[in-house]
């Protein structure tokens, strides 16, 4: 396939773009422009069944604990499915639970949305901010803002960095009295999340009191004992599991600034729709599964293609967050070198994921994904529908979005460039200079993901569709994509050198560059 043209597989069957398509749950996946024949899908698969994906798939469902080196399951579908769903991890149904939060999320939400929650003074909430990093941020942040239309609730805001310009810039624009803190960690141990809570909590006991704390904070957590250390009363905290991974935690009580900003019923609309995708994702045949076809021909690009990254492209504004979600989704989870029994692999694992919304992105770094030595897949995503009044404007996104995919792909040759410059008057010296310049080598493959629209049922059922890809892919490879050891390291150095009374050696660069920063700093 190496010395295939994709446009040479469309002319030698007529029926390809229709063939080499998927459709369920209102999405259409044309992965025709790949570069790939009826033989290597059927040749993926086979090494999808020789991985067991299927069994690996049922483990996954099951709640068998997956994530080997930490004993857990990875149960996030037990969080969007249905009251009646039967989830359990350790034999034990998790449904109760997850909707018993999910009901006092949906309470709790209803009383500060409705004015009947209150701060401190008796002013209303009108402002959310959530504190929190990595998984306790970006899905959220992801969804309010591709929702933000639809807010009817109080404004989100989220802090994240533990840069202080973050919180700074945000606490300028707000009201501690209208102002509601809710603070998320799974472990409640992040640095980041802890320092940005106290101090705003501060700022809150500052202009307030001690006892406004109460009115003004509520936390999302794993660790109870923590958030009880902190001064958050165990009554204002929402609860997950260790089943659920941070980064696949929006759809739990993490998703709490989401349903405070936009209400329980769109946040089920969410939750429906990743429901939806889980049960395409289970159910589907291998061929029509819209997750495992993402998955192989992602693993295909690179592994045997050899392209080093992958580059998503959202045609929708309003998804103009989820290429960083989906960073920390993939390469989080996919970004390892040891199979789940911790040998080591010879192989190439996640490529870099990385991209912005179009058209901006084609005025960025599309030259290079036209014309650069390298080939870097393209997963466009498009929303059939727009959800503003402009609808000449979405005509040309849509435009914009279907040219580009088949540039990328049949690319033009030296030949047909020639002609063109003819046909302008251009020849001799000058027209075979100009050639080579505008010359596309073409043959780069791509996905078109059409989906209907970006509400909360779609919204959910996207994410999903990417979540169910990283753990193909994972299997694929035979690595946990449920642990992140690789985050640690750099956490424990970090404290190393903020302890001054440590006489752990740190390497010589850093000691230098220490030794500079403090002389600066003074
Ligand atoms: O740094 C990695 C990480 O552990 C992520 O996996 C996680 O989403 C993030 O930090 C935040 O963790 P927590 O929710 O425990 O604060």
């Known amino acids: 396939m190496d010395q295939t043209r994709i446009a040479e597989l469309f002319a030698a069957d007529a029926q390809r773009a229709r063939e080499m398509s998927c459709e369920d749950v209102g999405f259409y996946l044309d992965y025709s422009k790949q570069r790939v024949s009826v033989e290597t899908l059927e040749l993926l698969r086979n090494l999808a069944r020789q991985q067991q994906l299927e069994t690996w798939r049922e483990r996954l469902f099951n709640g068998e604990h997956v994530n080997n080196t930490e004993n857990r399951a990875a149960l996030h579908m037990a969080l969007r499915a249905p009251r009646a769903a039967d989830f359990r991890d350790a034999g034990r149904r998790v449904g109760p639970e997850v909707h018993a939060v999910l009901d006092r999320m949906a309470e709790f939400c209803e009383r500060v949305r409705s004015g009947q929650w209150r701060g401190a003074t008796g002013k209303r909430i009108t402002d959310v901010v959530n504190i929190g990093i990595g998984g306790s941020d970006l899905g959220p942040r992801l969804v309010c803002e591709a929702l933000a239309a639809s807010i009817d609730g109080p404004r ?310 990417y979540e169910h890809r990283t753990f193909v892919m994972s299997v694929i490879w035979g690595i946990n994509a449920f642990d992140q050891w690789g985050v640690e390291f750099g956490k424990q150095l970090a404290n190393r050198i903020l302890d001054p009374k440590s006489d752990l050696p740190l390497d010589p660069s850093t000691d230098e560059l220490m030794h500079k920063l403090q002389l600066r700093m003074r």
């Open 156 to 465: 989100p805001h989220f802090v994240a960095n533990v840069d202080g310009a973050d919180l700074h810039a945000i606490l300028a624009r707000l009201r501690p009295e209208t102002t509601m803190f809710v603070v998320v960690s799974k472990t409640f141990t992040t640095q980041e999340t802890l320092v940005n809570a106290l101090h705003a909590r501060a700022w809150i006991v500052s202009s307030l009191d001690i006892e406004a704390v109460s009115k003004h904070f509520v936390a999302v957590s794993t660790n109870q004992e923590a958030v009880e250390a902190f001064g958050i009363d165990a009554d204002h905290m929402f609860s997950f599991w260790d089943w659920v991974g941070g980064r696949y935690s929006l759809w739990s009580a993490v998703g709490l600034s989401i349903m405070l900003a936009l209400g329980p019923q769109r946040f089920t609309g969410l939750l429906r729709g990743a429901h939806a995708m889980d049960t395409h994702f289970r159910r589907a045949p291998l061929q029509q599964n819209l997750p495992v076809l993402l998955g192989l021909l992602a693993i295909w690009n690179h592994n045997f293609l050899g392209c080093a990254t992958q580059v998503l492209a959202p045609y929708a504004q309003r998804l103009s967050l989820f290429v960083s979600w989906a960073q920390q989704l993939e390469m989080e989870s996919n970004g390892k070198s040891v199979t789940r029994e911790g040998r080591r692999v010879d192989y190439a694992t996640t490529p870099a994921l990385w991209g912005n919304v179009g058209t901006n992105a084609q005025h960025a770094y599309f030259q290079m994904l036209h014309q650069g030595p390298a080939v870097h897949p393209v997963d466009f995503i498009l929303p059939v529908y727009a959800e503003h009044p402009y609808k000449d404007m979405h005509k040309k996104l849509v435009a914009n979005c279907l040219a580009q995919a088949s540039a990328l792909m049949r690319g033009k040759s030296a030949q047909e460039v020639r002609a063109e410059l003819v046909a302008r008057g251009l020849e001799g010296e000058a027209l075979e200079a100009a050639v080579p310049h505008r010359v596309f080598p073409g043959n780069r493959p791509s996905n078109m993901l059409l989906m209907p629209r970006v509400d909360p049922f779609h919204l959910g059922a996207l994410l999903a569709l």
